[in-house]
């Protein structure tokens, strides 16, 4: 049996990536799926191209309220209430702390950390009221270890565990399962643009592995935390990442 038939997911940065591979996963395990995106085409499109019948792709800015609370209002026009969150929506950038410009400190935080906040906010009411739901809240190794030049990204992440984790308390008692994962480096758009010398570094000297990680190794770890079999998982973090957590 599908492992998640029947079921409703909405997955924001759909549009491609490791959003676009979880959407895939999900519609072969039997979910309806909403992708959400700022390239409302790309989900839309990606949307249509999934197994099954009856899935929706649209616009979003997770970093505006109006935008979000619209948004999930319109997917759950389209597929029904939400039973499964995946926020996989993230920006990132590099700089030091003397050279980063506060725009670029804020812009960080206002799509990583606070649109994770949003789009929970928008489905975990209906998820509490049918005594059923999951989220899955995207984190990254680089909370864990930290990293020259990324520490506005690394603390927009470090922030989403320790946001999952009070919300893990708080919905819980009404079956709602609220977990995090944090992704090494995978190989994915947002590594485009680095030169190949430098992601040779990276996984030479941080990923025992020896090699970046596959979009589809980061949603079959999704899968799991957006399943029953997640049912005992609370707030926990599950580290997704060739090794990396332990240098």
């Known amino acids: 049996m599908a492992r ?5 997911a909405a997955i924001t940065g759909g549009a491609g990536g490791i959003g676009a591979a979880i959407a895939r996963l999900f519609a072969e395990q039997g979910a309806t799926l909403a992708l959400l995106d700022l390239n409302g085409d790309g989900a839309a499109e990606n949307a249509s191209a999934l197994n099954g019948a009856g899935h929706y792709g649209g616009a ?5 309220e109006a935008s979000v609370a619209s948004a999930f209002a319109t997917a ?3 597929v029904g209430e939400i039973d499964i969150l995946v926020n996989t929506a993230a920006i990132a950038g590099a700089a030091p702390v003397e050279e980063m410009a506060v ?8 799509i990583n950390l606070r649109g994770t906040f949003l789009c929970c906010r928008a489905v975990i009411p209906a998820m509490r009221q049918r ?13 864990h270890r930290g990293n020259p030049g990324l520490s506005h990204y690394a603390a927009s992440k470090a922030a989403v ?3 999952s ?3 893990a308390l708080e919905a819980v008692g009404d079956g709602v399962c609220v977990n995090t994962l944090s992704p090494g480096p995978t190989d994915t758009s947002m590594l485009a643009g680095i030169e190949e010398e430098v992601i040779d570094k990276l996984v030479n000297d941080l990923m025992p592995i020896g ?5 589809e190794e980061i949603a079959a770890a999704a899968l799991f935390l957006a399943s029953d079999d997640a049912s005992f998982c609370v707030g926990t973090t599950l580290n997704v990442n060739g090794g990396t957590y332990l240098h």
Do not use: Q, Y
Not at 60 to 64: A, N, R
Not at 131 to 143: D, L, M, P, Q, T
């Open 165 to 167: 984790k009070c919300l």
């Open 131 to 143: 005594k059923w739901g999951r989220i899955v809240n995207f984190a990254s190794e680089v909370a």
């Open 161 to 163: 565990i320790a946001f």
């Open 103 to 110: 725009a670029d400190w804020d812009d960080m935080i206002r």
């Open 76 to 78: 759950a026009e389209a």
């Open 211 to 215: 090699r970046l990680g596959k979009t």
């Open 60 to 64: 979003v800015d997770v970093g505006e």
């Open 4 to 8: 998640l038939s029947g079921k409703t």
